[in-house]
């Protein structure tokens, strides 16, 4: 079995100083894996990085044990696999939430399907399903996007990543700007959708959240402190990462 | 329901539908010789003349062209800032308590306006003779009455509330004015009178084409000699002189952080602190600008008392109405009309369809970006003889010279609009796998589709008063009928044709309007978050690109 993300010494440059100084870390199919540090401290880099939006300056990344295509058919095909939570969600505000879940299959439609999907409803029961799964009513697949509340779109990103049937899964953020209670239940949602053959990667500045999750890796100024499983997991080692303050591990 | 309509992106696609019928048409109108003519046109632009004698004649052009411009828009930027004043219905309601002397000026202002500065520069020339105040007079007059409504829109969609203020701290209303509405004001006011001065040297160009002298009239001249070579020398030059000031009037926007003159997305407000440090250089430069328009009058030989003396007009026949009437009336409109819609709909569609189908090439939007920068300056009329090298004189032919112009004009609109949109659903669409065609048709499409078309209303609006331009084509309507009774001084049928003339174009300007405001008010598609574009119809900034306090 081949990982389904692999980082080979990965270093990204930056203005001051490198964003990612020589990372290396493998993702398992069925793993779900907390990426904590204090903000700034490169997680939203190393996303970029895995989901092949930011090409390293040095090192190697690997999907499926294989580095990214050449061919733009066989790239696209690639990245088909990879889903995306980011954090400002990228909707597509002007269509319906309909067309915005469908946008998620553009890699798989031919062409006059993709146009299709701009004039009349596609796809309705698999979208509905989507919907359901993430505790949507179902009369909101008509409505555009800029008409829902903050909460209604962030559930639309995450049944947009369901439906690209993505098995890498990498999650920018997605707790941070949610109250305690909401961040709880997203969490608990994004969990329920992390098994085999699926992997996930969430990035987390709460170190408190850390139930559910297989494995934790802490990132500091763009180093990597530790990568460990849940369960060996430390007060030590957060307070390492946070600099002392509110490390708290909650663990199940 | 939304989901019933279609998504904007389709919208946006939708007027290049009329492709089909043009490429039905098209085959029917090839007249079967000028190909090679049109292939050594093509090939001159990578071998202009150098002879030293062309290019003296052409930089002497060009000075003449630009000081044309320079003078024809200074004068536009002082009487409309005036006229624009007087025809505010705040400023009247502040000082008098009436509005109705604001609402009269503004429906007399509307008559100027509506004719092109090619008819005026034709009919002053018939008036005054071949004299350089002819054409700066002629861009002068309908500038000026589209700065004025520009200006008097603005300040009358300005928020009020801080003039109230002021006025209720016993504050005289001319300084409550000044203090109140002046900062918001001018950034705006500055980007729009650049993006005038741009469009003043355009209109220079194209008074030469009709023999008022400049870069135009040589243009002219090589192409009908068929000197294509030394055509390409005076083009390239042009396209330099245009690049430049296109750049450095950029440059300083960006330095007074006004506000894109086309711009569809919310300027950034941040222009406190910058503008007072810009101000002191802007006063400047006005102050720069005084002794400029002088010497150039005077190198030009422009002089204001000119346009007081008439030259003996040839012999008035008694004016034959019955004959006035007899002019095919309906035939004439609908031409306009059809002239109009086709060439608007080949600019507006083909800009998108364009990008969409060069998408997976970043390099080739680079060419396509030159190309509409050469189609934004070539003056319509030029590309309309170019044309009938290869096509019959028709409809169809000026509705081709007249759309490639204004491609030119919203292909950069539509570019730079692009630019703006945010990104990252674009990014996020490539990410999932999308093909870069897709992309652009659900991302950045969506996203600037609603503001694009209801620019695209407007401009057809602006096409209509300009098919006069393409009229020299032939059975093009209204427009080559009145070059025709010019030419053959019957005053009766030119009157009478500037009035419906005149009316039309302001039945399309209202038109226009309304659809522009539906476009941008359609229930449930517009983004909440969206700032709200401004009621008002502005010459060349429609969509919301003025900064709201």
Redesign the interface.
Known sequence: MEPLLELENVTVRGQDGPRLENISLQLWPGERVALLGPSGAGKSTLLAVA???LAPDRGRLLWNGRPPERS?RLR?????????L?Q?L???????V??NLN??R??HWP?PR??LN????LDTQANLEALARVDLEPQL????V??LSGGQRQRVAIARLLR?EASLWLLDEPLASLDPRRSQEVLELLLRFGQAPRAFLLSLHRPDLLKGFDRGIGLRHGHLCFDLPASALQEEHLRELYGGADAAVSHG | ???RS?????LLLLPSLVLVPVAILLPSQVHGGGFDLIGRFLLAAVQPSLEPLVWRSALSGLAITAAMALLGWAASLVGGLLLGLASSCTLWQETTGHRWPAQGLRRLLALPRSIHELLWGLLLLQVLGLRPVVAVAAIAIPYSALVARVVADQLDGLDTSRLEALRCAGVPAPAALLTALGPPLLPSLLSYGGYRLECALRSATLLGVFGLGGLGTELRLTLQSLAFQELWSGLWLLFAAMLLLEQGLALLRRRWLAPRRLSLAAPKLAQGRRLEAGGRELLLLLLALLPLCWVVGRALGVHPADLTTFQPLPPLAAADWRQTLALPWPSLIANTLVLTVLAAALAVGLAPLLLLLLA?WPWAQALLRLAWALARLWPPPLTALLLLFVLQPGLLTAALALGVHNLGILGRLLLESLEEAPS??H?????????P???L???PF??V??SYLAYGAYRADVMLRETVVVGLVGATGLGSQLLESLTAFAWDQLLALLVVYAALTLLGEDLSDRLRRRLQGAP??????RPKPLPAAVEASPPSPFPHP
Not at chain 1, 141 to 144: C, D, E, F, V
Not at chain 2, 6 to 10: C, E, I, K, N, V
């Open positions: 989901n092949g939006g733009r696209r095909r690639q990245q088909a696999g990879i889903g995306t980011w400002d990228r909707l597509i505000e002007e269509l319906t309909q067309q946008s998620a553009l890699a062409w993709a146009w701009l004039l009349v409803p697949l008509a409505r555009p800029a008409a690209q | 329901m939304a989901e279609p998504a904007p992106s389709l997976p990252g659903p990014q996020a669409l490539l990410l999932m796998g999308s093909g065609r897709l992309s048709l659900y991302g969506s996203a589709a609603r449930g598609l517009v983004a909440s978050n």
